[in-house]
């Protein structure tokens, strides 16, 4: 079981795999090097970008990404609002220094090679860093940055099933690899799944460390929503795309209390609206935000807990620990068996599995059992095979943040359709994931997040490409 600690983390936009992998890459590197020789012996760094990296990284800020990592910041604690101060020495007087230690001419068009059209064979973001030591070797790694922030290197790939840092699947006191495994220790041990979840978290950890994780999440998904909803303006990249949440947020504050909307049922999805709006609006203007499990996707389960606070009386904090550990099981069985990666499997892995984790968590606290949560998320993956990763101009703007205002109602729909069932249903969770898997295996190239077919077809002049060599630089959250 992937550890809740592990799939939500705290990061920055615009991008999980295209932003915060590399960056994290760029921390491997460092730490990698540093047991090979000294930073004083390296004379020159490297960096080339393979497949969907190079595709879409300029619009992604993968190589700002890098650079940022090779200096020395983590995506959990930068401060987004001193970016461009950070980069300043590399782009004005071409000096790159490693982890603030020691510096190195560093030419960005030269130094930084996109290969857009070759993929490795792992998965198709790569990225191989070199270091050229005094004596003239060559020290290099590459990376895989496989979705949601995790990153692989070359070992990893070649070596699947020897991950030292992974826990072993027996060692966790309720073990399943599959969802039919998951309901079975549930009903064995008469759990819900939010229960089973934190038995295994506190297997390795005090139960207080996790509750202290999980408030720590929520609490910087509410900041996200809040910022989202108090910042205006235009998003950066060239697209000329304004921001809305601000907008609709007051909108949505000077109606509430109207007779019009009070009579209005449906009026709380405006708000869920609202909320994935704001989130994945910071994260697009390269903000902080919670990968839930992508950044791509990181608005649809901050959406869902929003509506949980603000619409549902049941509404504790405890709800909101269950909420987040239920949804870590989804997440988990999604990218051990499939993945959450859009240049993998489309934006059916993004969207589709934040939108089914957010489903499950919500039938739980709704009342529903294990079987109605797995219902729940079989639902929100379902009916989301096949969705496309098509990022117009290479940015995680069109169509990627009106796709979790989508993703988010389809999920509230999807725990309400579910809790009104048995939790049986005739496709299960377990073959739907698997479905989807191979949707994503049978997609074109063309389709996962690499700009060159669907909506982001649709170009003008406005529109940056990655042959045009124009790199998102990001100045603030």
Same mark, same amino acid.
């Given at each position: ?6 799939? &939500? ?19 491997? &590197? ?13 004379? =020159? ?5 393979? $497949? ?19 200096? $020395?910041?983590? @995506? ?70 496989? $979705? ?57 950890? %005090? ?15 509410? %900041? ?11 998003? @950066? ?35 869920? %609206? ?48 269950? &909420? ?22 489309? /934006? ?14 919500? =039938? ?5 059992? @294990?079987?109605? /949560? ?14 496309? /990763? %098509? ?37 299960? &969770? ?22 060159? $077919? ?24």
């Amino acid at each position: 079981m992937i550890s809740v600690f592990d799939l &939500f983390k705290i990061g920055v936009g615009p991008s999980s795999s295209h932003t915060v992998g590399p960056m994290v890459a760029a921390n491997l &590197f460092l730490a990698s090097l540093r047991k090979r020789a000294a930073l004083s012996d390296v004379t =020159a760094i490297e960096v080339e970008l393979y $497949g969907s990296l190079a595709a879409t990284g300029k619009g992604h800020a993968t190589d700002t990404a890098i650079l940022l990592g090779l200096l $020395g910041h983590a @995506p959990s604690t930068i401060d987004t609002r001193l970016t461009s101060q950070y980069l300043t020495p590399i782009f004005s007087d071409k000096q790159l220094s490693l982890a603030g230690e020691h510096s190195v001419a560093f030419n960005t068009e030269r130094d930084i090679q996109w290969y857009g059209d070759t993929v490795l064979p792992y998965h198709p973001n790569a990225m191989t860093i070199c270091a050229i030591l005094t004596d003239g070797t060559r020290y290099q790694q590459t990376y895989y940055s496989v $979705g949601g922030g995790f990153v692989i290197n070359d070992a990893d790939a070649n070596n699947p099933d020897e991950d030292s840092a992974a826990p072993s699947i027996g060692s966790i006191p309720h073990p399943f690899n599959t969802a039919a495994e998951l309901l079975e220790q549930c009903r064995i041990h008469r759990l819900s799944v939010s229960e089973l979840v934190l038995a295994n978290e506190c297997h390795y950890r %005090d139960k207080d460390e996790v509750f202290a994780y999980l408030d720590s999440i929520w609490e910087a998904m509410q %900041d996200c929503v809040t910022r989202g909803c108090q910042n205006g303006g235009i998003l @950066p990249g060239g697209l000329d795309v304004k921001r809305r949440a601000q907008a609709l947020y007051l909108q949505l504050c000077d109606e509430k209390d109207q007779p019009s909307t009070i009579s209005d049922k449906l009026a709380a999805m405006d708000w869920v %609206d609202l909320y994935a709006l704001a989130v994945n609006e910071e994260n697009a203007n390269g903000g902080n935000v919670v990968t839930a499990p992508t950044n791509g996707a990181a608005g649809i389960i901050p959406a869902v807990m929003h509506y949980y606070r603000d619409f549902l009386a049941s509404y504790s904090t405890d709800g909101a620990r269950k &909420f987040l550990l239920n949804s870590t099981a989804i997440g988990s069985l999604i990218k051990q068996n499939a993945s959450i990666s859009g240049a993998e499997v489309g /934006c059916q892995g993004e969207v589709g599995s934040a939108c089914a984790m957010a489903a499950s968590a919500l =039938a739980e606290i709704m009342g529903g059992d @294990p079987a109605q /949560c797995l219902n729940a998320a079989e639902i929100g993956i379902e009916h989301n095979l096949g969705l496309t /990763c %098509d990022p117009v101009g290479g940015l995680v703007q069109v169509p990627c943040i009106e796709r979790n205002a989508m993703g988010a109602v389809k999920a509230i729909n999807a725990a309400r359709l579910a809790c009104r069932g048995d939790g049986q249903h005739f496709v299960s &969770f377990d073959k739907v994931v698997e479905t989807m898997k191979q949707t994503g295996a049978d997609m074109l190239d063309n389709y996962k997040e690499t700009s060159r $077919g669907g909506l982001a077809v649709y170009a003008d002049n406005r529109i940056p490409t990655a042959s045009q060599g124009v790199s998102v630089k990001y100045s603030q959250c």
